[in-house]
């Protein structure tokens, strides 16, 4: 009997027991090695282009290059609104967080408080980018740099500055922390302003940590500038002087518009009250309203020479022609016209309806002229549509037009109620009777060229007009606080009652006091409108309250604008000293 050994019954090695699974394994080997060698000779021969966009993906940034906004200036080249270079600071909470020990120095470069600092810093551990704080002064912004503390890096922006403060703000506007347009010029000409950013190549570790410059992949361009119509000058002007108004007399808003006849231009637009948009920490929503654009009001008596325009237009009326007007009311039905100054003998011709601001008068004048006439006159100078100035939130008040004209309507309209205006409409209105009844289109650009005009009065008409409102200002019982030392000027003073919100009817003892006219009254250049809003103090009447701000105003912009006076004769003669009285004067 064959005896078995241990070493017969060990399985040998050469895979003779089961061939067929070793030579799988060892193909399968094999075929691996093969492809994963075709795959490194794929990757660094066939398409390398791979592996390095994989690697750039993990090292390459493109970081943004910041465009400035461009610059608002007036029309001389003042700046109003510009961009000044900021510094950004922000944060990798992800690697500040193991930072602890400096967190208290960089919570006072900051200006923060470390509880706050670090609660908002713990809140947002698992993320990779908060801001520390935005918009910083450069040098405040390297002082934080210079602590080089890890995971906290800078951006450059620009943030936007308004050199004129609260003297420009509800015309120019602001942006938002991102210089975007919230409000005024700001928003109206966002896109023209804004620019475009560029973009920068760099290279980066998995920190974060900028290895290498690249290359510029894209410039920024800056934001287009631009020229507005208004004088700075002028602005601060009416700016101080509607100011003073409002003090003087206690008045809870007001508004003021300057124009040039000739072009449409606007030269000055003030309200108050105004803001500072440079700090806005504390500002109210009803400070930001452009109130010459967007409030709307009953211009009472400021229409009368409109409505005497509708008059002489239709030849049946001259300056000269009279009304009986005694006793000083009129009676409509239900509702009773009333005159505040009585005309001696009971008689006046149409300067003096003017004068002296007679209701009945004008009531009686317009009756025979009939609403629809009053109303394409008034919509022929601007009221009831907007001025075209693209302003954001203007309002175009409204016109009243009816099916058919009762007397009570007819009259209400032709001396200021029943219809809203702004005040930027109201001086438009002037600027047409100045203009020889000519309407330019208004604008709040800076003009290259004289525009196009709108023969929408007859010439006649309106030069008619210019002289009887300068007799409203001149003549005996007229609104002489309104006068200009050295030059002829016309206007119209008007007080309107200001009607109840969410009643019918009009408030107690609540009054608009309102000033428009145009100056020199012989070559006029200037218009203005003037309204203040409810006067509590030393009286309410246009003449009285708006007037004396139309005089200073329109007094200080005739000399700063160099136009040549045309009433020297008024003005009063000074005897100089002469050299022998003042020897020996050191």
Avoid at 42 to 64: A, I, T, Y
Avoid at 96 to 117: M, N, P, V, Y
């Amino acid at each position: 009997m064959k005896k078995l050994s241990f070493k017969s019954l060990v399985p040998r090695s050469n895979g003779s027991l089961y061939p067929w699974r070793f030579r799988l394994v060892v193909g399968m080997l094999a075929l691996c090695s093969v492809a994963v060698c075709w795959r490194i000779v794929e990757l660094h021969v066939l398409d390398e282009g791979f592996l390095k966009n994989q690697g750039d993906k993990r090292s390459v940034r493109h970081v943004p290059i910041p465009a400035h906004r461009g610059q608002i200036t007036d029309r001389n080249g003042e700046p109003l609104a510009v961009s000044t270079p900021v510094l950004t600071i922000w944060a990798n909470p992800s690697q500040l967080i193991h930072q602890q020990a400096r967190w208290a120095e960089l919570a006072s470069q900051l200006g923060t408080d470390l509880k706050t600092f670090s609660e908002r810093l713990r809140a947002n551990a698992d993320k990779e980018f908060i801001y520390l704080r935005r918009r910083m002064v450069p040098a405040d912004g390297e002082e934080v740099m210079a602590l080089k503390v890890p995971g906290v890096y800078s951006i450059e922006e620009y943030r936007r500055f308004y050199p004129a403060g609260e003297v420009a703000a509800h015309l120019v506007g602001f942006t938002n922390v991102d210089e975007k347009g919230q409000e005024g010029i700001e928003l109206a000409y966002d896109h023209w302003l804004e620019g475009v950013p560029g973009k920068r190549q760099v290279l980066q570790d998995r920190r974060g940590r900028l290895i290498k410059d690249v290359q510029v992949v894209s410039n920024a361009r800056p934001g287009n500038d631009l020229a507005l119509s208004i004088d700075l000058r002028l602005q601060y002007l009416a700016h101080r002087e509607l100011r003073e108004a409002l003090q003087e007399f206690e008045a809870r808003a007001g508004s003021i518009v300057m124009l040039d006849v000739r072009t449409g231009e606007v030269l000055a637009m003030a309200n108050h009250p105004s803001y500072n948009p440079n700090n806005r920490a504390n500002l109210k929503p009803d400070m930001m309203r452009n109130r010459a654009l967007i409030d709307v009001f009953e211009p009472g008596s400021t229409v009368k020479p409109i409505s005497m325009s509708a008059a002489l237009a239709t030849g049946r009326w001259s300056p000269r022609d009279q009304v009986n007007v005694y006793p000083g009311t009129l009676q409509i039905g239900r509702y009773t016209i009333r005159d505040v100054s009585r005309a001696p003998g009971g008689v006046l011709d149409l300067t003096g309806i003017l004068l002296k601001s007679s209701n009945v008068g004008m009531s009686k004048v317009a009756f025979d002229v009939g609403g629809p006439a009053l109303h394409e006159t008034m919509h022929a100078v601007g009221f009831g549509q907007y001025t075209g100035l693209g302003f954001p939130g203007e309002r175009v008040g409204n016109l009243p037009s009816f099916r058919e004209w009762r007397q009570a309507e007819t009259a209400a309209l032709s001396y200021g109620y029943g219809l809203s205006v702004t005040t930027v409409q109201l001086a438009q209105a002037y600027a047409v009777l100045a203009n020889d009844g000519r309407k330019a289109p208004m604008s709040l650009l800076r003009l290259s060229e004289q525009p196009a005009t709108q023969q929408v009065l007859p010439e006649n008409v309106a030069q008619t007009i210019q002289g009887m409102l300068q007799e409203v200002i001149e003549g005996t019982g007229g609104t002489f606080r309104a006068k200009v030392p050295g030059y002829h000027v016309s206007g119209k003073s008007g007080t309107a009652r200001k009607t109840a919100t969410g009643t019918k009817g009009y408030q107690q003892d609540s009054y608009r006091s309102l000033f428009a006219g145009f100056a020199p009254s012989s070559n006029p250049r200037l218009a203005i409108a003037v309204v203040i809003d409810e006067p509590t103090k030393g009286g309410y009447y246009g003449g009285l309250v708006a007037a004396p701000v139309f005089s200073d105003l329109m007094s200080n912009a005739l000399r700063l604008l160099n136009i040549t006076p045309d009433n020297l004769n008024e003005l009063q003669q000074v005897e100089l000293p002469s050299l022998d009285s003042q020897e020996g004067r050191g």
